[in-house]
């Protein structure tokens, strides 16, 4: 099915109605797998239902970011500047981008989360609590996730991928994305919604990405490069995986690394967004696995460090394909 829509205010703008693939994690562990593996193929995203990660533990997280995001400007000011971690507002990465949004960039090392939970919360302790509780929860999903495309993939070493974001000197980050509430709602705003980016487009730069969101709105993928954009419905209560450019390449490109955007909030309740970007250490080198080069599948990519590609990600815009220097052909 294909809808395309145009407003007054904007150039015509496709979209279509696509359904993302949804991964019952409860299923047959080999079914499990195949699913992930023709997803990350195919969308280089999925849904995961049924992914153990308890209830309480996500929802005390986002009470913590929507008492942040809800207090006076100047409080919030003094957990920033974003450089690239602290609180953020609409001034994206190093380079000039920006952004209908507010944020709160997060290191995953206990302790910085406890050394920076002063500036943002007046209880630091319960803050760095519900933090801790969550990252160690998606970790875990994380690394299950990972667990089941190494055996999908038929990989020998089940927990070679897994091991990266497990280590304790991992270069894991957490984010809440805090896009406000329109005020004055109105149809005029509304129909302008297209032009205003709150997210700009880009893939994540990590090996994948766990991302939980309130209820609202608002998140695009692109497939297959094809200038289509599809909406990816909000579920308060499920996770989205999306694969970032580190697993792309040690898949040798078999993975797509999804390129997505969020479009600027037109509702008038906030969208609050959390997610989890699982990395290794920064001297780990990404480099395509054995089994996925051959004559017929040469190397696309040369090897180089996480700590190499994160320099390149901070030294470019948003919305570059940051990979293309790492290419061989
Ligand atoms: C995209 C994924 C993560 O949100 C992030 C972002 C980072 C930032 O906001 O500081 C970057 C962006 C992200 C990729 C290119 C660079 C770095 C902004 C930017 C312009 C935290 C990350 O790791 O890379």
Not at 122 to 146: M, Q, R, W
Not at 295 to 312: M, S, V
């Amino acid at each position: 099915m294909v809808a395309v829509s145009s407003t007054a205010c904007t150039r015509a703008k496709k979209t279509r109605e696509v359904g993302i693939p949804v991964v019952d994690l409860s299923l047959n562990r080999s079914i499990v797998s195949e699913l992930i593996v023709k997803a990350c193929e195919e969308y280089g995203i999925f849904k995961v239902i049924n992914h153990g990660v308890p209830w309480e533990i996500t929802s005390r997280l986002e009470a913590e970011g929507v008492q942040f995001f809800g207090k006076p400007a100047g409080e919030k000011r003094r957990a920033g500047p974003a450089t690239p971690f602290g609180y953020g507002l609409k001034n994206i990465g190093l380079n000039g981008d920006k952004g209908e949004l507010e944020y709160l960039l997060l290191h995953t090392n206990p302790f910085s989360i406890a050394e920076r939970s002063v500036s943002i919360s007046n209880d630091p302790h319960n803050f760095t609590c519900a933090v801790t509780d969550y990252i160690g929860a998606v970790k875990e999903l994380a690394s299950e996730v990972l667990d089941l495309v190494a055996e999908g993939l038929w990989i020998p070493d089940r927990h070679a991928l897994s091991r990266q974001i497990k280590d304790v000197k991992s270069d894991s980050i957490l984010r809440f994305n805090h896009y406000p509430a329109v005020k004055n709602h109105s149809p005029s705003l509304k129909a302008c919604k297209e032009d205003r980016i709150g997210f700009g487009e880009h893939s994540d730069p990590q090996i994948l990405t766990v991302l939980r969101s309130n209820g609202v709105a608002g998140l695009e993928i692109c497939l297959h490069d094809d200038e289509l954009w599809i909406p990816v419905p909000p579920d308060p209560t499920q996770f989205y995986v999306i694969i970032g450019d580190a697993l792309r390449v040690l898949t040798n490109g078999r993975f797509v690394s999804a390129r997505h955007r969020a479009l600027a909030n037109s509702s008038r309740h906030s969208r609050l967004s959390m997610m989890y970007f699982g990395a290794p250490p920064l001297n780990t080198t990404i480099s395509p696995l054995p089994q996925f080069v051959s004559p017929q599948n040469p190397r696309l990519y040369r090897p180089f460090t996480w700590g190499e590609y994160k320099k390149a990600a901070y030294s470019s815009r948003l919305a570059d394909c940051r990979l293309d220097l790492f290419k061989l052909r």
